[in-house]
Every structure is written in C-alpha cells, then in structure tokens.
C-alpha cells in the first residue's frame, strides 16, 4: 500500500491494502482529519481493498464529523475501489469537491 498526503488534506492510497498495514492508514487519516476541517481520502489507486479497510476509512469520517471537519471518500468511477464501495453500501464521490 502506497499513501501519499499532500498538502491540501487529500490523502491518496494506492495499491494493494493489506489488514497487516491497516494501523498506517488509521493513523495517517486520524492526522489528516485532525489538522484539516476539510480533507479527501482518494481510494481510486487501490487494488485489494479489504472490508476492514473500508471500515477504517467509514470510522474516519464518522470521527472526523464528531470534530466539526470533513472527510470525504473519493473513487472513481469504474475503479475497483468504487465498485468495492458501491457492495459495501459506503457513500463515496466520484471526484474531489471542494466545498464553499
């Protein structure tokens, strides 16, 4: 699994998200929500995408609205990340959207 965290509070994962790198991605999205009222989290590079990775992102955002902020899932459509998503009954955009 690839993350990057850019600047804006979008996180990108990339890859293959394994349960024994799950900790990471909990971690780095629990850092972003709390330093950005407004952040993304950009699923649509992922191969494997585990259900309890899905969970680790839902229980993100659940966090990041108990703060006052934002986190909003991002998959492409046509990604297996969307498609993944979509079983899983997970809302999720398309595309970054900023609000304002």
């Given at each position: 699994?690839?993350?990057?965290?850019?600047?804006?509070?979008?996180?990108?994962?990339?890859?293959?998200?394994?349960?024994?790198?799950?900790?990471r991605l909990r971690e780095t999205l629990h850092e972003?929500?709390?330093?950005?009222?407004?952040?993304?989290?950009?699923?649509?590079?992922t191969g494997f995408l585990p259900s309890a990775a899905?969970?680790?992102?839902?229980?993100?955002?659940?966090?990041?609205?108990?703060?006052?902020?934002?986190?909003?899932?991002?998959?492409?459509?046509?990604?297996?990340?969307?498609?993944?998503?979509?079983?899983?009954?997970?809302?999720?955009?398309?595309?970054?959207?900023?609000?304002?």
């Amino acid at each position: 699994m690839r993350i990057d965290i850019q600047a804006d509070g979008v996180v990108v994962v990339g890859g293959d998200v394994e349960e024994s790198e799950l900790s990471r991605l909990r971690e780095t999205l629990h850092e972003v929500i709390t330093h950005h009222a407004e952040a993304w989290v950009d699923l649509s590079a992922t191969g494997f995408l585990p259900s309890a990775a899905i969970g680790v992102v839902a229980r993100a955002t659940g966090r990041a609205v108990e703060q006052g902020n934002l986190l909003t899932i991002v998959a492409a459509d046509g990604s297996r990340a969307a498609r993944t998503l979509g079983m899983a009954m997970v809302p999720f955009e398309p595309e970054i959207s900023r609000r304002g």
